[in-house]
C-alpha cells in the first residue's frame, strides 16, 4: 500500500552504532504500525520491532531489545532505526513494513507489507 525507501545503511565495527530511516513521502503511512525487520541470505524475514502509529508504544524482539529503538516523524511519514551496540550478528539487509493497524500486533513478516528495497547493515572489524 505504500512505497516505502530505506536509507542509513554501511558498514560498522562492532560495538558501534547506526541509524535507518524508512519514509514514504505523500503517503498515509503516519496513521499505521510501522515495524523495523531484517533478513540473512536463507532465511526468514525477521521481526526486530514495531512502533504504534502514534509513536507511544513500541514492541521489541528480545534480540534486539536495550540495544536498538524506534522513533517516527509523522510529518514526514518517515520511522527511524537507531542501532547501537551493534553486533556482527546484526549485519542483514533492513526493511521497513506497514501494518493495517494503529497498534502493534506481531513482529510476524507476514502480517506487513509495503516492503522497501531495503538497506544493508554490515557490522565487522
Known amino acids: 500500500q505504500f512505497r516505502f525507501v530505506e536509507s542509513g545503511g554501511g558498514l560498522v565495527q562492532p560495538g558501534g552504532s547506526l541509524r535507518l530511516s524508512c519514509a514514504a513521502p505523500?503517503?498515509?503511512?503516519?496513521?499505521?504500525?510501522l515495524a523495523w525487520f531484517r533478513q540473512v541470505p536463507g532465511k526468514a524475514r525477521e521481526g526486530s520491532l514495531c512502533?504504534?502509529?502514534?509513536?507511544?508504544?513500541?514492541t521489541y524482539a528480545d534480540s534486539v531489545k536495550g540495544r536498538f529503538t524506534a522513533s517516527r516523524d509523522n510529518d514526514k511519514n518517515t520511522v527511524f532505526l537507531q542501532m547501537n551496540s551493534l553486533k556482527p550478528e546484526d549485519t542483514a539487509i533492513y526493511y521497513c513494513?506497514?501494518?493495517?493497524?494503529?497498534?502493534?500486533?506481531?513482529?510476524?513478516?507476514?502480517?506487513?507489507?509495503?516492503w522497501g528495497q531495503g538497506t544493508q547493515v554490515t557490522v565487522s572489524s
Open positions: 513494513g506497514a501494518d493495517r493497524y494503529k497498534a502493534c500486533r506481531t513482529l510476524d513478516y507476514r502480517a506487513y507489507d509495503s
Open positions: 505523500g503517503s498515509t503511512a503516519k496513521y499505521y504500525a
Open positions: 512502533i504504534s502509529s502514534g509513536g507511544d508504544s513500541t
